[in-house]
């Protein structure tokens, strides 16, 4: 791709760096120690927290010395989602780049723009005396997409400035003022075994081809959930009298994340699986109508396994157990904003399930910009579990990120960007999560905004970044930076 943007090149060659530093979440042990290094390669003073979170001190460049210390401020993790034909290991392998015409993707994998290409910014604003700034902090934080930890565990007086410059919007031209707030909740089901009756063979039931997505920024676009689609097909078999018995069930792999595919290993009586898969293909075309504009490739499938998994497989009751709970958990919008067109006000992402140690392990994640809304949603999911046999346990959440529409950063902002581009930008608040909120929890009188380039389809083995929009933030954000003096 010819990108004539200088910096673009520059700051897509440090993207392409950190890119090869394994960072999926909860394990950015590797980008810590490296971004502490390029600091000390750089003659910058940084430090470090219990959790990891690193702030790197950049002095003010000639006649900034006075003005007040900007926070620039992204996180280091980033959601690890491969197609199932993708052999990469995130724990080893670089991200491998491609270039379809103006969008930069990866070959099989996240891209992990979110939240990389913030890194790569504020790398490249460090690295230059010719980009006039007041003193910076730079703020990169750790687990921000398992639910903001590094964020909620940083001590106050960690930073010292009280303007931020958030970069993990994903949308140039806009400007991010709010965010919805969010819980994750388990679900823990005991399960009861039996030995595998006589005349009894095993398949693997597979629902894939889905799209998948944030679930945040897509949880409105009525996207296919992959675990909600293969409970349907199992109790489609079970109510049409097939003897399905399971023995494993699996799907989903980051709160965050929608499910794209989910599988199960299933027991049927030797001469019902013709009968299965005509009722699977039945489904399937159900399925492809339902979702015809968002997930048209939505399949399901059986296919016999070579050999027994394992001794035993869950008993009647177990079964019938698990199947209700897979239907009855929610998923998606629950409430739309009333004070703000089109804004998602509650949600939840029913995110993962596997069988393990005996029990049902569900996984959901909740998201509202009104707190009480958030609760009631909780207790909602906290009861489902209940019913079901099992044990729920919710986690602290952090915050929704209030909007304050007289902010003096975005009043300067909005006035800066319609003298750059001769176009007012678009403010903004999000149903995703920013880290915004719990920040200003911890920094009183904190001013901020969230900018970014344009992202499409994160945390799924889609997503892209629009390049030419790229250099756009940047001309934006280094003028900002100016005219904070």
Known sequence: MNIKHEKTRE??????????????????EKICKWLMNWAEENGLKYKTDAVGNVVIQVPATPGFEHSPIVVIQGHVDMVCEKTPESTHDFSKDPIKFKFEGDWLTAD??????????????ALVVASHDDVPHPPLELLFTVDEETGLTGANAMEPGFIEGKILINLDSEDEG??????????????????????????????????????GGHSGID??????????????????????????????????TAHNAIPRDTEAVVYLREGEEQKAKQLLDRLQGELRKEFVNTDPEIF????????????TLLNEEAVEKLVRLVLAMPHGVTAMSTDIDNLVETSNNFASIKIE??????????RSSVVSRLDAITEQIEAVGILAGGEPKSGE????????MESALLKRST??????????????????????????????????ISIGPTLKYPHSPDEKILVPTIGKVWDFFVALLKDLK
């Open 11 to 28: 700051i897509l060659h440090w993207f392409e760096e950190i890119s090869k530093i394994p960072r999926c979440s909860k394990h950015e």
């Open 108 to 121: 099989g994998t996240s891209l992990g723009a979110d939240n990389g290409i913030a890194i790569a910014m």
């Open 174 to 211: 806009y400007f991010t003022v709010g965010c919805a707030g969010g819980m994750n909740t388990s679900i823990s089901l005991p399960l009861q075994y039996e030995d595998i009756p006589d005349g009894y063979r095993a398949f693997r039931l597979y629902a894939g081809g889905m799209k």
């Open 219 to 252: 949880i409105n676009a009525e996207k296919a959930n992959a675990i909600k689609v293969l409970g349907r097909a199992l109790n489609l078999l079970k109510k049409e009298m097939v003897d399905v018995r399971i023995a494993d069930l699996r799907g989903g």
């Open 300 to 311: 399901l499938s059986l296919s016999a396994l070579d050999a027994p998994q394992g001794r």
């Open 357 to 366: 140690d005996g029990k049902a392990k569900v996984l959901s994640s909740q």
């Open 397 to 404: 959440g952090y915050p929704p990120w209030q909007p304050n």
């Open 415 to 448: 006035a800066l960007y319609e003298k750059l581009f001769d176009k007012k930008p678009v403010v903004e608040v999000i149903h995703a999560g920013l880290e915004c909120g719990i920040i200003a929890d911890k920094n009183p009188g904190m001013d901020m």
